[in-house]
């Protein structure tokens, strides 16, 4: 399954691993791809909705996470 953006790609390996890390990658990635702010904040209210691991696959069904 393809992410919903796949030309957003955020690297999380070889990174610090804490959840604020994540998310500011996913929203910086996102910023330089100019994905509208309205969808960046849709990204950032269901990534943040429940655990770390929901963290993670939020972003993987979002964004092309390497």
């Not at 690297?11 to 890390?21: E, I, S, V």
């Not at 990658?25 to 969808?39: G, T, W």
Request: with cysteine; aromatic share 10%.
């Amino acid at each position: 399954m393809s992410p919903k953006y796949p030309n957003v790609i955020v690297k999380l390996c070889d990174h610090d691993g804490n959840a604020f890390a994540v998310m500011g990658r996913c929203r910086q990635a996102a910023r330089q791809a100019d994905l509208p702010e309205d969808v960046i904040a849709t990204f950032m209210a269901e990534a943040i909705a429940d655990d770390y691991d929901h963290l993670l696959q939020t972003a993987m069904l979002w964004f092309n996470c390497v």
